[in-house]
């Protein structure tokens, strides 16, 4: 059986196959629609919207290929990554330009692969378990998935996990193809055909990898060393590219653009931006010189529950008036979202707090401006929080139970601004209020006065888009 089997294997080694590769009837394979190679800086995310695709398969997955690097199976460019959406930055997955990639959406049924993994561990045959079969084709196979962790199903969740197993039918060091992958599992269905029925019923293994992926040249983005006060008011930025280009620099990112790389008659802080002259690729970093109205220190930003807490501590302060609070999800493109008064003068150190109550997901980037009873204005540093909340359209992260001060309150994320409308309904199931509000894309909390309504137990439901949601509370004072 087994020689025969490894025929079978030299001889898909020799065959030419099809990028695209399905074997359950009915599957509809899923495509990128193929357009020129896209530009993108490498600390920039690729757009959602360009490899949304769609397949009748329960699952999909995009793999990330290296169109430049050859994979050790020397059967086509190596992957380098997986992404569950296909919405990814590609410094975060390590990649830097120059560099050409590509995305290929893969569909499958991971309940197939469950299924071969869990018939091996648990059936038996004649008496013996049906792994002993199994390694009877592919010797030690078992005895590595227990050493992968890989005989619980619930350990089973995404493609990284079946390449894993995949791996251990065909013993492979560094990154496969995407062809190579395609024979990996059709290995696996072979392995199945070996075994006895009994162990596991003849069945196929549903996926569907496209014939078509959408390519991107990615460009380096500058690296920033430093930026450092050379002289009074004056900043000198350290600023360099692995690769070929030049770069220019300015205080504002509309310009206007210079090739020194030196600034005079700077404000005491705020932020450069370095960009590449080709691609114009940029990043923001901030600078701080010496000639400060506000001594800051400890400026910092804590994500608690659904607000993030901005806090910052000054040393001094020289006829300042106050402090705006701006916020990017990039790092670059800052809006106001608050203030908070400053002392004035002071000479002993005072601390300040804002609560951002509508957070963003994922990455959300802070400064906050000093501004003097004069007019004049300088930015502090940059700071970072990343939440790593996830929302499905509209959904209750959380409501006040039970309602205090006769108000009502509920924690709400959402995935884009809109108007929901709400509901309350007593225990007999009657409408004993109602309404209509408007909720912003992040992290929200509303609050509606319950003070006309009885101690007892209520239903708050909100809709949104066609989807809703609901929580109990209770009154009871």
């Not at 990639?101 to 561990?121: C, E, G, H, K, M």
């Not at 690296?223 to 220019?248: F, R």
């Not at 004035?344 to 707090?353: G, H, R």
Request: proline residues 5%; hydrophobic residues 40%.
């Amino acid at each position: 059986m087994k020689q025969a089997l490894h025929a079978l294997i030299f001889v898909l080694f020799c065959t030419t196959m099809t990028f695209a590769q399905t074997n359950c009837t009915g599957v509809i394979m899923p495509t990128i629609d193929i357009g020129p190679p896209i530009a993108l800086c490498d600390n920039e995310s690729t757009d959602l919207a360009v490899v949304t695709t769609s397949s009748n398969l329960p699952t999909m997955e995009y793999l990330i290929i290296d169109l430049d690097q050859t994979a050790l199976d020397g059967l086509g460019p190596a992957i380098i990554g997986i992404d569950d959406d296909g919405e990814f930055t590609p410094a975060d997955l390590g990649i830097t330009g120059p560099a050409n990639i590509a995305i290929v959406p893969v569909a499958y049924n991971i309940n197939d692969f469950r299924t071969v993994v869990d018939a091996s561990f648990t059936n038996m045959y004649l008496g013996k378990p049906c792994c002993a079969f199994v390694d009877a084709v592919y010797p030690n196979f078992c005895a590595a998935m227990v050493a992968k962790g890989l005989t619980d199903t619930n350990n089973i969740n995404s493609i990284s996990d079946i390449i894993g197993i995949l791996d251990l039918i065909l013993l492979t060091s560094g990154k496969d193809s995407v062809e190579g992958l395609v024979y990996k599992i059709i290995l696996l269905e072979n392995l199945i055909k070996a075994i006895p029925d009994e162990c596991l019923e003849p069945m196929s293994i549903c996926y569907a990898i496209s014939p078509t992926r959408q390519v991107y040249t990615i460009n380096e983005t500058p690296t920033v060393n430093d930026v450092s006060e050379t002289a009074p008011d004056q900043i000198t930025v350290d600023a360099e590219l692995s690769g070929a280009g030049a770069l220019e620099y300015a205080l504002d990112p509309s310009g206007p653009w210079q090739s020194d790389n030196v600034f005079n008659n700077v404000p005491p802080v705020g932020l450069v931006y370095i960009r590449t002259v080709g691609t114009q690729c940029m990043v923001a970093f901030p600078y701080q010189t010496a000639s400060l109205a506000v001594e800051l220190t400890d400026f910092k930003v804590t994500a608690l529950g659904t607000t993030n807490l901005i806090s910052w501590t000054t040393l001094t302060e020289s006829n300042n008036e106050g402090f705006s609070i701006y916020r990017a999800e990039d790092g670059v493109n800052f809006e106001k979202i608050g203030w908070v008064e400053g002392a004035i003068n002071s000479t002993t150190a005072k601390t300040y707090e804002f609560h951002d109550s509508a957070p963003l997901f994922g990455k959300n980037y802070y400064s906050i401006s000093m501004e003097d009873t004069g007019g004049s204005t300088t930015f502090s540093d940059v700071v970072v929080v990343s939440r790593e909340e996830t929302v499905d359209r509209f959904n209750i992260l959380a409501v006040q139970n039970p309602v205090a001060n006769d108000v009502l309150q509920v924690t709400f994320a959402n995935n884009a601004t809109g108007e929901f409308e709400y509901m309350i309904y007593d225990a007999g199931g009657r409408v004993v209020s109602k309404g209509t509000n408007t909720v912003l894309e992040g992290i929200n909390n509303f609050t509606l006065d319950v003070s006309q309504l009885n101690p007892s137990v209520y239903v708050f439901v909100a809709t949104k888009d066609g989807f809703n949601v609901s929580e109990k509370f209770m009154i009871n004072y």
